[in-house]
């Protein structure tokens, strides 16, 4: 253990914490050089890191709660970062396992609503991407008395006009088939 003008340090031993932070500074730089596949990585190994909130001996502490609410934050940024990743790279599945746990952490997080409102279009699953986006726009209503931010209705209006454009296509296709 070392003094240092911030408190205490251990010295020579591995902290999960630190390796959590460690894991979200890789992440945001994998981020900004748009490294998909490596933003994906390091969310996967920092949420199995992520086994329990943080908790001190002095819990309810101001510290303890800064810290606890600090990496929860994290956590939910790094989840919705590797969702977005997945997405980039057509891996919807892990998009939508990604997103959906960042929204079981945060119910009102319309960024990680967003991203899995695109997984889901992107796997066809058009009446998943609509569902989602009701649950968004409920939970903002009831948690925050608030509705979706503008940006997220054209997100909405391009996965309806898409189912739209299958059902066009799929009695063309049907008619065509009968000779109509």
Not at 29 to 41: E, G, K, N
Not at 152 to 165: E, N, W
């Amino acid at each position: 253990i070392t003094r240092h003008l911030s408190g205490m340090q251990l010295q020579g031993c591995w902290v999960d914490v630190v390796a959590h932070q460690n894991l979200a500074a890789e992440i945001s730089t994998a981020m900004r050089s748009r490294d998909f596949v490596r933003v994906i990585s390091a969310a996967k190994q920092a949420e199995a890191l992520y086994v329990d909130d943080f908790h001190a001996h002095d819990d309810a502490s101001t510290w303890a709660e800064d810290i606890r609410d600090e990496l929860r934050s994290q956590r939910k940024l790094m989840l919705v970062d590797a969702a977005e990743s997945a997405i980039e790279l057509g891996w919807m599945r892990d998009a939508i396992e990604m997103s959906t746990l960042a929204i079981s952490l945060d119910p009102c997080f319309e960024r990680a609503h967003r991203a899995l409102m695109r997984a889901y279009a992107g796997v066809g699953e058009t009446d998943s991407a609509i569902r989602s986006y009701e649950r968004c726009r409920r939970n903002l209503v009831n948690e925050l008395g608030a509705t979706p931010s503008p940006g997220r209705q054209p997100s909405v209006g391009r996965i309806l006009s898409r189912k739209a454009r299958r059902r066009v296509s799929a009695t063309s296709t049907v008619s065509n088939a009968w000779g109509r």
